[in-house]
C-alpha cells in the first residue's frame, strides 16, 4: 500500500518542530504494526525563496519507509506512508490529521504487489510456471546456460 496525504491549515508550530516530527516518526512504525529497521532522519530545509523553508523527515521500514515534508509558512504538509504490509490507511489520515491539527487533507491510496497472489497454493502455481517458461526458453545445453 501507498498512503499520500497532502495536508492543509497545519498547525505551524508542529510543523517547524524538529524534535516533535523526530518522535513521531520514531514511535508511528511500530504503531500501524511495522518494524523499523533505523532512526528516523529529520533535517531542516531552507529553499530559494523564504517562505520554502521547512523540515523533511524518513524512517526506513523493514516494509518500505514513511516520510513527511512541512511547509510551516504555508500551513502545508506531504506524508508517504509506503508498505508492502497492508495498513489501516483511513486510521493513518485520522492520526496525522490529529498530530498535524490539519484543517483538510487530499489522500489516496495505491495498491502495491496486486499481481503477486498472496496465498501459498497461488504463489506456488506462479512459481512453477515462470520456473518452467525460463526452463522451455534455456534448456539444458543450450549456450547461455
Given at each position: 500500500?501507498?498512503?499520500?496525504?497532502?495536508?492543509?491549515?497545519?498547525?505551524?508550530?508542529?510543523?517547524?518542530?524538529?524534535?516533535?516530527?523526530?518522535?513521531?516518526?520514531?514511535?508511528?512504525?511500530?504503531?500501524?504494526?511495522?518494524?523499523?529497521?533505523?532512526?528516523?532522519?529529520?533535517?531542516?530545509?531552507?529553499?530559494?525563496?523564504?517562505?520554502?523553508?521547512?523540515l523533511?523527515?524518513?524512517?526506513?521500514?523493514?516494509?518500505?519507509?514513511?516520510?513527511?515534508?512541512t511547509?510551516p509558512?504555508?500551513?502545508?504538509?506531504?506524508?508517504?506512508?509506503f508498505?508492502?504490509?497492508?495498513?489501516?490507511?483511513?486510521a493513518?489520515?485520522?492520526?496525522?490529521?490529529?498530530?498535524?491539527?490539519?484543517?483538510?487533507?487530499?489522500?489516496?491510496?495505491l495498491?502495491?504487489?496486486?499481481?503477486?497472489?498472496?496465498?501459498?497454493p497461488?504463489?506456488?502455481?506462479?512459481?512453477?510456471?515462470?520456473?518452467?517458461?525460463?526452463?522451455?526458453?534455456?534448456?539444458?545445453?543450450?549456450p547461455?546456460?
Amino acid at each position: 500500500m501507498h498512503l499520500t496525504l497532502d495536508g492543509f491549515g497545519a498547525n505551524k508550530e508542529r510543523l517547524q518542530d524538529l524534535d516533535f516530527l523526530f518522535t513521531l516518526l520514531d514511535l508511528y512504525p511500530s504503531q500501524i504494526g511495522m518494524t523499523k529497521i533505523m532512526p528516523p532522519y529529520v533535517f531542516k530545509y531552507h529553499g530559494v525563496k523564504p517562505e520554502d523553508w521547512g523540515l523533511s523527515g524518513f524512517v526506513l521500514i523493514a516494509e518500505s519507509h514513511i516520510s513527511i515534508h512541512t511547509f510551516p509558512e504555508r500551513g502545508y504538509i506531504n506524508i508517504d506512508v509506503f508498505s508492502c504490509k497492508t495498513f489501516d490507511a483511513d486510521a493513518a489520515v485520522d492520526f496525522m490529521k490529529e498530530q498535524f491539527g490539519l484543517s483538510h487533507v487530499n489522500t489516496r491510496v495505491l495498491e502495491r504487489g496486486l499481481e503477486y497472489p498472496h496465498e501459498i497454493p497461488s504463489a506456488t502455481q506462479l512459481v512453477r510456471a515462470e520456473r518452467l517458461e525460463v526452463a522451455l526458453a534455456y534448456p539444458a545445453g543450450h549456450p547461455s546456460t
